[in-house]
């Protein structure tokens, strides 16, 4: 309970944040607070880019919680996440002379994999090598914009459009994901995503995984001495993580965006779900109810900005100081419990 | 139409003299605060921060040593916020880190779209050549000394910093918290002080670095500038083992790469235009294939990332 007190004094400190900017900037504080709360599900756009967040952050964030129990940070969820959104129209492209819904089931598979690879080389240097994996997974980071820069100008390069102008063509209706009912935007990417959090949650933390998980986070030297095998336990996790980011890449193309441009590189999903997971704390169940949160308070906070004539980054602002607060909060919390 | 290969070398040497002090700044920083046991990757943010302030005062005053010293006291102020929560409350570093990015990366742009609504700024005032007569004299003057004070300066902070750490008692310290606090404790070492020290130095070499970035890289701001040269300061110092004459080996030898793609795609022009951004991928892939020659060697400070809890 005093856990929960401490997350919305945060919450609100961030909230103040970005309120304090709008005021700033001469923008009204009642509009602010209204598009900030009422607009994730006052309108049929809100609902829409708040489920599409909330399975971003879920599908990223599990991964990254995976990997962070056994204290490896996955900062590069955002290049396999870029990865997965590539090979879908590499699989659309190349493999067009396949029927439909294998066609279909091949972009998600491919998008799986792109993620997969994306982080194989640092799960490799990490376990064969020893290499920091935080370095690694930033610079790839980087690498993957560049890849997806140059795919977008070439390889998946829509046909029809100019020279120089980098996007790849829009998925027929056919390989979009259907929204559940009718015209609720609510796909099936949503309850898809909530299954593999929930399938997740009985694999890991209901299974002596967790501990094995928990045990090479806390420390290398124990579970070596319980002859736990950590290159085992680092690939699983390490693996998964870069699976499941590759895997939002295929939601959020065949399931929002439907064509790839620029404008997906620098959508920082990736280093958002990182505040996910640790919100969530890391449990596969409560990474869920803190994606959904965070969707909502995102599209909240970008549509405070639209509404207000703030540039919408503020919502970095905003969560920056939001998380700072929660850790901050979780720390007092268990300093508390321990006294 | 043959380019000579004297004006290649000479345009690729001058700009790996001018991109590298910023990642020396930033290299140095980051080195004395991971030797101390604080991982600051917060550290592109407050980078962000400092270019902006670089850019703000610049503008309104039009003397860029105004401009370094409000940089200088934006990142000693972030710097600090870091390192309270990071060292005084214990709060889980890389976690910081990001927050501390996230903050930079939407608090800079807020700030300069205060500051310029339009978009429109008056020119940016950069630090002259100090040797401004030598600019037509071949190799020394048109590679070696046409760059500002602060590229040179960046040369000296590596000799200094590996002076320090390796010869200086303060230097000892750093790194005896940094690698056994508790031993350090004993001895009377004050491990949150000299920690609290070494980050906050840590924190002003990333406003320089922030400085430097302003007419250097680029001379306007924008939303994320920086674009992840930041981080690549954390693997530069991982290749060199978080030693100060290494990492001034990574840095030209990745800005050489960088700035040979550069030249090559610039002169090959439209007949590379479509792979010019696999090109652009060079630099890092350089950087990762050290990864298994050099990274093997790399040991980290062993309490890198840990809180230290006296008693």
Redesign the interface.
């Known amino acids: 309970m005093r856990a929960t007190a401490f997350n919305a004094l945060a919450v609100g400190l961030g909230i103040l944040a970005g309120l304090a ?1 709008v005021v ?2 001469g923008g009204n504080i009642g509009v602010a607070l209204s598009s900030l709360f009422l607009d994730p599900i006052k309108s049929s756009t809100g609902i829409q880019q708040t489920f599409v967040l909330f399975v971003m952050f879920y599908t990223m964030a599990l991964g990254v919680g995976l990997a962070l129990k056994a204290g490896l ?1 996955n ?1 590069g969820a955002q290049g396999q996440f870029l990865a997965g959104t590539v090979m879908v129209f590499v699989a659309y492209v190349y493999l067009k002379f396949l029927p439909w819904p294998i066609l279909y089931v091949a972009m998600i598979l491919g998008a799986t994999i792109g993620g997969l690879l994306w982080i194989t ?1 640092p799960t490799i ?1 990490r376990v064969k ?4 994996e ?3 997974t ?6 993957a ?3 997806g ?2 795919m977008l ?2 390889p998946i390069k829509s046909p029809g459009t100019a020279l ?1 102008f980098p996007i790849t063509t829009q998925l027929p209706a056919l390989f979009q994901i259907p929204n559940i009912i009718g015209s609720i935007p609510i796909t099936y990417a949503v309850p898809a995503t909530i299954a593999i959090g929930v399938i997740l949650y009985f694999l890991v933390e209901r299974t002596p995984f967790r501990v094995k998980a928990n045990t090479v986070g806390e420390s290398t030297e124990t579970a070596r001495y319980a002859g736990i095998s950590i290159p085992r336990v680092m690939t699983i996790t390490m693996l998964t993580a870069g699976a499941l980011a590759g895997l939002a890449g295929a939601t959020y193309m065949m399931g929002y965006r439907y064509e790839l441009d620029i404008g997906s590189f ?1 959508t ?1 999903y990736g ?2 779900a ?2 996910v997971a ?1 919100v969530g704390r890391k449990h596969m169940l409560g990474i869920g109810v803190a994606a959904f949160f965070f969707a909502y308070i995102t599209f909240g906070a970008e549509s405070m900005a639209v509404a207000t004539n ?2 919408s ?9 939001m ?2 607060g929660i ?2 909060g979780n ?1 007092l919390n268990e300093r508390r419990k321990a006294a | 139409m043959t380019v000579p290969l004297s004006d290649v070398a000479t345009a690729v040497l001058s700009t790996t003299l001018q991109l590298s002090p910023f990642y020396l700044f930033g290299g140095m920083g980051e080195i004395v605060s991971e030797k101390s046991g604080v991982a600051n990757i917060g550290l592109e943010g407050i980078m962000l921060m400092s270019l902006v302030t670089t850019f703000i005062v610049d503008y309104e005053t039009g003397n860029p040593w105004l401009a370094l010293l409000a940089s200088l006291g934006t990142a000693v102020v972030i710097g600090a916020v870091f390192a309270f929560f990071s060292i005084q409350a214990r709060l889980d570093q890389i976690a910081v880190g990001l927050a501390i990015y996230l903050f930079g990366l939407g608090f800079s742009l807020i700030v300069f779209n205060i500051a310029y609504p339009s978009g429109l700024t008056p020119n940016y005032v950069s630090l002259p050549p100090i040797f401004a007569g030598w600019g037509t004299v071949p190799v020394i003057g048109t590679i070696l000394l046409k760059q500002n004070v602060m590229a040179y300066l960046s040369i000296v902070l590596v000799v200094l910093t590996s002076l320090f750490l390796g010869r200086t008692s303060l230097g000892l310290r750093v790194r005896a918290v940094g690698e056994n606090p508790k031993a350090a404790d004993n001895m009377g070492v004050n491990v949150t002080k000299v920690r609290f020290l070494a980050t906050l130095f840590g924190a002003l070499m990333f406003g320089v670095a922030g400085f430097y970035f302003a007419g250097n890289f680029v001379s306007g701001f924008q939303t994320n500038i920086i674009a992840g040269k930041g981080f690549i300061v954390l693997a530069m110092i991982y290749f060199a083992n978080w030693k100060p004459y290494p990492t001034l080996f990574a840095a030209l030898s990745f800005n050489m790469v960088y700035a040979l793609q550069n030249e090559y795609i610039s002169i090959a022009g439209s007949t590379v235009a479509s792979v010019s951004t696999l090109f652009n991928m060079l630099p890092y892939v350089f950087l990762l294939a050290l990864i298994p020659v050099f990274g093997r060697k790399a040991r980290a400070p062993k309490f890198l990332l840990k809180p230290y809890r006296k008693g």
């Open positions: 900017v700033y900037a940070w900062i080389v240097l090598f020893g290499a920091n935080i370095v690694v930033i610079l790839l980071n980087v690498v914009i560049n890849f820069f140059y100008s070439g120089g620098s920082n280093l958002l990182i505040i640790l703030v540039n980054v503020v919502v970095f602002a905003m969560e920056g100081v998380m700072i850790l901050m720390y």
